[in-house]
């Protein structure tokens, strides 16, 4: 049959499933005409501007922005046109929030929820850093944890959302000494592991070269011993058989010591590489659902003491007080006697002396004596003798060895 006959209508077979030609066109139209068969509008590709329609098929090198108030996207150009001169609202419709230039930054995640959730977390986590040891327990611990993600849920659900934002700053302004205290910590513990990774990255620098350098000098040391042998072999002196035993003696003693110095110097290497906090009174409870409860109760750190060479032993006299002259003829004949004087000797030093032996049995007591006497059997006594002669029913008796 021609084509002409066709297009008039005339009796074609037609394939099984294709009865109801009329039922058969409608529903190709209306698939035609369906709304998910259209192409995606300008504001829903990814490509295209929803501020000024620009497309990256025509700018291969236009860039797109974010700003964490809204997370609206638009391109670098639309951008500086709009917030150069200053804050201005947002402009895709239907937001209007007050936007600043300088916090737009490139998109990190494909998914705006994700780099959403992303700020939003690390926003919470600046201010909520408590750490597992400031708490009793690890129930406490969890606790925390969970009060934590309540108030992260809340913000990114747009749940009370003013009111989670007031509690958490009053959080912050209660509890600055120690997020800062916390802050500081986590920037010594992040420089701690840079340092230590750093360092495990020069010592194995190090042990490839050193594995390196010794083959090297193995290697060298046994082509030379080849040549050694070859050399007395070829001069004829002595035995072959020696010669041989004895180049594989000194290339063993060369190596056994090149490989204790590099054993020797690894272990020195690996030496060298080898590295409680105060809390707010109120527990940083801005209201009842703040309140953090197992946390380590922390005192002060009592300020250091100065130095004492003598652990706190002193020259103070508790029951006199030493002047610097006594009026007595013999101490003032003393004074001026050459005989005396010669040697270096002071008055002074008599008198002190003299007044220390005067009052030094009153600071001893009688009662507390007689207390630790009759302790003296017990393990403070070294041995059976003391003990007797700390009881007082004997002396003890040394013989003089000498």
Not at 17 to 24: I, Y
Not at 31 to 41: Q, V
Not at 180 to 186: A, D, G, I, K, P
Not at 300 to 321: H, L, Q, S
Request: aromatic share 6%; charged share 30%; proline share 4%.
């Amino acid at each position: 049959m021609s084509r002409t006959a066709q297009r008039n209508g005339a009796n074609v077979p037609r394939r099984p499933g294709e009865e109801g030609g009329e039922l058969h066109a409608h529903l190709h139209t209306m698939r035609l005409s369906s709304p998910s068969s259209k192409a995606p509008t300008d504001a829903l590709s990814p490509d295209i501007c929803p501020v000024c329609k620009s497309s990256r098929y025509l700018n291969p090198n236009m860039r797109f922005l974010v700003n964490p108030e809204c997370y609206h996207k638009m391109c670098e150009s639309c951008v500086d046109r709009i917030f150069s001169q200053g804050p201005a609202p947002c402009p895709v419709a239907g937001c209007g929030r007050t936007l600043r230039k300088q916090r737009f930054r490139r998109q990190t995640f494909e998914d705006i929820e994700v780099e959403k959730e992303v700020d939003i977390r690390r926003k919470v986590a600046k201010v909520f850093n408590r750490r597992q040891d400031e708490f009793n327990s690890l129930l406490d611990y969890n606790n925390y944890l969970e009060e934590v993600e309540t108030v992260t849920f809340n913000l990114l659900n747009r749940i009370d959302v003013a009111d989670t934002e007031a509690k958490l700053a009053a959080y912050a302004s209660q509890n600055a000494d120690s997020i800062s205290r916390n802050v500081t910590l986590q920037t010594q513990e992040t420089a701690s592991l840079e340092a230590r990774e750093a360092s495990d990255k020069e010592q194995a620098r190090l042990r490839r070269e050193s594995a390196r350098r010794e083959e090297d000098e193995e290697r060298k040391e046994r082509e030379e011993g080849k040549q050694e042998i070859l050399d007395k072999l070829a001069k004829g002196d002595g035995n072959a058989e020696a010669i041989a035993r004895e180049s594989q003696r000194v290339v063993l003693k060369k190596s056994t010591a090149r490989r204790t110095a590099a054993e020797r110097q690894r272990q020195q290497q690996q030496s060298q590489a080898s590295d409680p906090f105060g809390n707010d009174p109120t527990n940083g409870a801005a209201d009842p659902g703040f309140f953090i409860k197992g946390l380590k109760p922390t005192t002060k750190a009592e300020p250091e003491k100065p130095y004492d060479a003598f652990g706190g032993i002193t020259d103070k006299k508790n029951f006199y007080v030493l002047q610097d002259y006594y009026e007595h003829p013999w101490l003032d004949s003393a004074r001026t006697d050459r005989q005396i004087t010669a040697g270096g000797y002071d008055v002074k030093e008599y008198y002190a002396r003299t007044l220390l032996e005067a009052f030094a049995g009153l600071g001893c007591f009688i009662e507390e004596e007689v207390a630790g006497r009759d302790m003296g059997s017990s393990a403070a006594v070294a041995t059976a003798g003391a003990a007797a002669v700390a009881a007082g029913e004997g002396d003890l008796k040394i013989d003089d060895a000498l």
